[in-house]
């Protein structure tokens, strides 16, 4: 199997658990990996390459608001809702930008904790 190298500068930490986020406008949006630059979210419908978004994150203490744009989009599937309605599911990527110094900082220490907690115990 050929070796998968990362392509990123920083390491995501991926989410298991999916935890729910917000985007402005957005429905249904999943945090599915975070990092100090950017993170890679689930949601119904798309977004448009390069918009500007805040994607609101649920940091320990408070939820946290990070300035982002969107990098990537990828169309995954469909979801069925209550009534037959089907919504578009998608992917895409955000990165980080122009955080405050206190934005940066907190988002540092959330990574940094869940990088420690997802560590398996010897």
């Keep these: 199997m050929p070796d ?25 949006v999943r945090l599915l990996d975070l990092s100090v630059t950017g993170a890679q979210i689930e949601h119904l419908a798309t977004l448009r390459l390069g918009a ?15 300035p982002a744009h969107v990098v990537w989009c990828t169309i995954i599937g469909r979801k069925r809702k209550l009534g037959g309605d089907s919504h578009l599911v998608a992917r895409s990527g955000l990165r980080f930008t122009n955080l405050s110094s206190t ?10 904790f869940l990088a420690t907690a997802m560590q398996p115990i010897a």
């Design 4 to 28: 998968e190298r990362e392509r990123r500068a920083v390491p995501r930490i991926r989410l298991a658990n999916r935890p729910a986020a917000r985007v402005r406008g957005v429905q249904e």
């Design 103 to 112: 934005q940066h900082a907190t988002l540092a220490d959330t990574v940094q």
């Design 52 to 66: 500007a978004c805040a994607l609101e994150v649920p940091l320990p203490g408070e939820a946290c608001a990070l």
